[in-house]
């Protein structure tokens, strides 16, 4: 063979080493060539064996290849294991909850298939201010400044943290408990919710739960509505600010069932269609909201016709004592519509129907409580009873009465005396108690006689009916039971006393909303008046009502930065109607009178 294929041989084997070949490749055996050019090794020119056909020697080499790669295949099925192991905590229905967040949160999304999830970390605090000693003069130090220049790295490092999804939470100091959850500015989706409804009801001391640009929509909202009872009875604040919804379900919060007492709305695009959802939440003909305690509607859209159906659901309200409609967009029309509800107002023709069908209902209700009602109906069924007992009993029982009479020795007249006032007063307590007051049973007669004391008024054999007291006692027993269903229930509006006037029925205003505001809307001085109006007539209904309890109208109302000007009459007027009344100003006042009294 000429040298050249030779070398061509040498360099096509080199090429294939330096692209690492996937076939094996043998070195190639160079034959000894006579000067004539015939070949000594006697061999055949051919290179030896090809790639495809391994010689014996090299298929041991590719036997231990494969006896190793059945050893990875072998050891394989521990890494499979893992997977394995990874897809067994996929329910995270077997997992039982501790009552600690950070754990019950990290492992439900494990078993969950989450691997980067957010976590749970204490709500970082304000640091400090420095202390006043320290002179603002001072130059830094040079240590200082060296740890200054260290200290960057971790700073900025720190500030991109911040920003990273995070579950912040509040707890008790003594026991680590959560008491209030944090999240903000990332998407709450429907699997983190379905995880929150698993590890959320065991938290047994979680009051409040804020949400804060979590990109929530109308399908979310719902999941969330339905978690909420599932929770500890002490969640009573939600807070969702920046959600706006197109739909704007809000009002699904606010619910006959809801337990929430403190609601915060803002920044969520709510409009008039919003408003009035709203208000019918608070407040309709046949149904209200008992629950809430404070609503939070500022910086929305909200104008005048929404502020109208805001103020049509304060008319029957008597639980919600804060409200705020600060930066919104209502005008003299809205404002009016406010004013009007804290003050006496005519009731509609629809009100004036349902007051008169509960007064019918709650005068049924009172027949029926009433003495005088169950007398009658005691004494048919004791007629019936005697029919069918028949009169000997009752004259049985009157023999034994007058035999003991006769037995007792007259030394223990005075006994009797007492024990017949005791037997007397019992009874008059029973009679408030039962319907069925005007007739003893067989047991209370033989009490009776083992007293040795006959009580005219309990003959149950004439006709008539017995006489159970005075028209004062039963009038007491009357209020007592008013009262008692006014503690266990909330007396209807409807129900309170009015004024008629003209043909006209005129309800007294809400007395029960405390704090009102309306800070940088578009009021001027004709919406002024009707609130003037509306303070005058609180203070004077306070005035009058010094010595009784009960809701003495608005404490706090702001009306600044509106159209008007500060120096307006009316606005003076206002502020010094409301400054009296201002249980911040009067504690300021008492401090302030404390410290010049001690100096």
Not at 241 to 260: C, F, T, V, W
Not at 389 to 413: F, N
Not at 453 to 480: A, N, W, Y
Not at 484 to 492: D, G, L, Q
């Amino acid at each position: 063979m000429p040298r050249r294929t030779l070398h061509r041989n040498l360099l096509f084997g080199h090429r294939l080493q330096n692209h690492h070949s996937f076939c094996l490749f043998t070195p190639v055996r160079v034959p000894r060539v006579a000067a004539d050019g015939t070949n000594m090794s006697g061999e055949a020119s051919v290179p030896a064996a090809s790639p495809r056909a391994p010689r014996p020697g090299t298929q041991k080499s590719s036997s231990t290849v494969t006896k190793k790669g059945d050893r990875g295949a072998k050891e394989k099925p521990a890494t499979v294991l893992t997977s394995v192991g990874e897809e067994e905590p996929k329910n995270p229905e077997e997992y039982q909850c501790t009552g600690a967040l950070e754990t019950d949160f990290a492992e439900l999304c494990t078993r969950s298939g989450y691997t980067d999830f957010p976590k749970v970390v204490t709500r970082p605090r304000p640091h400090p201010t420095s202390l006043p000693s320290v002179s603002l003069s001072e130059k830094p130090t040079l240590d200082d400044q060296r740890l200054s220049g260290s200290c960057s790295l971790n700073s900025l490092e720190s500030k991109y943290v911040f920003f990273r999804p995070t579950i912040q939470v509040e707890q008790e100091p003594e026991d680590k408990s959560v008491k209030e959850i944090y999240i903000r500015g990332w998407k709450v989706e429907d699997r983190i919710l379905g995880i929150f409804s698993k590890c959320l009801p065991s938290l047994s001391q979680l009051q409040a739960i804020n949400l804060w640009k979590v990109g929530l929509t109308d399908k979310t909202l719902a999941t969330l509505i339905t978690l909420l009872p599932l929770c500890s009875p002490t969640l009573r604040k939600v807070s969702l600010e920046g959600n706006p919804l197109p739909e704007q379900s809000y009002h699904k919060l606010m619910a006959q069932d809801s337990r929430i007492a403190h609601l915060s709305l803002r920044n969520n695009n709510i409009d008039d269609h919003g408003a009035q959802l709203l208000g019918q939440a608070l407040s309709t003909l046949h149904n209200c909201n008992r629950t809430l305690v404070s609503l939070n509607l500022g910086f929305n859209h909200i104008g005048d016709e929404g502020a109208g159906y805001i103020a049509d659901g304060l008319r029957l309200n008597r639980s919600l004592l804060w409200l705020s409609l600060a930066h919104n967009r209502i005008q003299d029309k809205g404002a009016l519509k406010l004013a009007e509800v804290l003050r006496p107002f005519e009731l509609t023709h629809t009100e004036v129907v349902e007051r008169r069908r509960l007064l019918l209902e709650k005068g049924t209700q009172e027949r029926l409580r009433s003495p005088s009602s169950s007398r009658h109906g005691d004494s048919k069924t004791d007629r019936e009873k005697n029919q069918l007992v028949g009169v000997s009993s009752v004259a049985l029982v009157d023999k034994t009465d007058k035999m003991q009479t006769l037995k007792t020795p007259k030394s223990l007249g005075k006994k009797k005396e007492k024990s017949g006032e005791v037997v007397k007063k019992e009874e008059k307590s029973g009679s408030g108690q039962s319907p069925t007051q005007g007739t003893p049973k067989k047991e209370d007669s033989t009490k009776a006689g083992k007293g040795k004391v006959t009580i005219p008024e309990q003959k149950p054999i004439k006709g008539k009916g017995p006489k159970t007291g005075s028209k004062e006692k039963r009038s007491i027993l009357l209020e007592s039971e008013q009262l008692v269903a006014e503690t266990t229930e909330m007396v209807n509006p409807l129900l309170e006393p009015v004024e008629h006037r003209d043909g006209k029925v005129f309800m007294p205003g809400n007395k029960v909303l405390l704090h009102l505001n309306l800070l940088r809307n578009r009021i001027t001085e004709v919406g002024l008046e009707g609130f003037l109006i509306a303070v005058q007539y609180q203070a004077q209904f306070s005035k009058s009502k010094t010595v009784s309890k009960g809701p003495v109208g608005l404490l706090w109302l702001s009306l600044a930065k509106n159209c008007f000007s500060v120096q307006c009459p009316m606005y003076t007027m206002i502020q010094e109607l409301m400054l009296p009344r201002d249980p911040i100003s009067k504690a300021k006042l008492r401090e302030e009178e404390a410290t010049t009294f001690s100096t």
